[in-house]
């Protein structure tokens, strides 16, 4: 029969009890009190005098698993490649890498454009040509290429930021990136016409853009598990922040003595605009992993 | 089993189990919980502001004992006031039980 507890054990309850002391301000003698009770309970059970019913025997068990928090984090080190991406933070990603690009383009390449002119004064400032040239890189390859790079860190293993940032740095950025790009945002319509470039080549460019570029997006949420309604959300929020990014420029265009459509129509117009490029977008990628899974199942020839 | 019906008639059970013989903290927790049947199951702390309270109504008093293992516990007696409260509790309770079964009588009313 055990009558002594180690001191070790004997440490722990004063701990404890000083604990309940200090939180509720008690005296030594109740404090003692409380020591003497922990003693005979603690005894009472290495001596089988206390049975451990269900709840004690589960409350053993939690203790010993460890703290709940702390072991999520060290499965999701090892099992990292395992661990789901929400799409939440999948989405934040694509609207701050695609948001980013453009606004840190637009103010790259208007800085260059003086500097140029200060070099050389005959340089025509705001180039339509170098616009258009850059807008299919700065749209389209640079967001899929950083995208493309944070998804192999994630099969490798890797945290990238959009996991490690917490979700109000996150809708931070957006929040900055996208009132930037609003500021910034022209019709690309518009450089068509001052670079003189058809008008059927200026609308299929214009449209093509977009297009790709919410596919990439659809590309980026399509992780597993895969859900056709996950992608069918990536689609609907491009279509959201592409429209928003475009707003403030729209309502600009809009506000020109030349213009005679009101800011509603206009921005409703844009709105349907970007569904279509979205369900555009869609289609394309759908039929595109059709024909993927379809290939892949074909047997290899021999 | 509702936690503030066992809240109010834990003073009244204490001072019966105590009525039996004295007890210190450990030993009336698990009386208690003998008694209970597994109705309810008490927590080990929680019976010491009922007790201390007890003990400041004069109702319980106390006595710090030294046990064959050599260690201290705190032991209750109920008091001459602490019983005859637990006759005039238990009364109450009865009178508050036969209301609640005749009014819950399918036919009453």
Known sequence: MVDELNPDTNEKIQALCQKISVAHNLDVEIQEELRAHMEDKLLAYLNGEETVGEEDAFILVREHFGDPSTLKGLLQDVHALKAQVSLARRLAAAIIVSSGVVVTFFYTFFYLNIAAFRVWPAFPIGSAYAYIAALVPVYVVLPWLLLRHWQRQLNAGNNPWFLRWRPVYLVGAIGVLLVLQSLQNSSVGMLFTQAGIHPLLSRLFVSATPVLQCTIWLWWCDRPPRKARAVGNAAGIWAVWAWSSASVAMIRITASSWNTQSIATHLALTFCVMVIYAFVAYGLYAMARRAAAGSSRRPAKS | ?109
């Open chain 2, 1 to 109: 089993m509702n936690k503030e019906l066992v809240g109010a008639s834990t003073g009244l059970l204490v001072l019966g189990v105590l009525a039996e013989s004295a007890s210190y903290g450990y030993e009336i927790v698990k009386r208690l919980n003998t008694e209970a049947d597994g109705i309810f199951k008490w927590q080990e702390g929680t019976v010491y502001p009922v007790l201390h309270k007890l003990e400041k109504d004069k109702l319980v008093r106390t006595q710090w004992q030294e046990a064959d293992t050599g260690r201290r516990r705190k032991y209750y007696y109920i008091t001459a006031k602490g019983r005859d409260g637990l006759t005039e509790g238990a009364e109450e309770w009865s009178a508050v039980h036969k209301m609640v079964l005749r009014l819950a009588e399918p036919d009453h009313g």
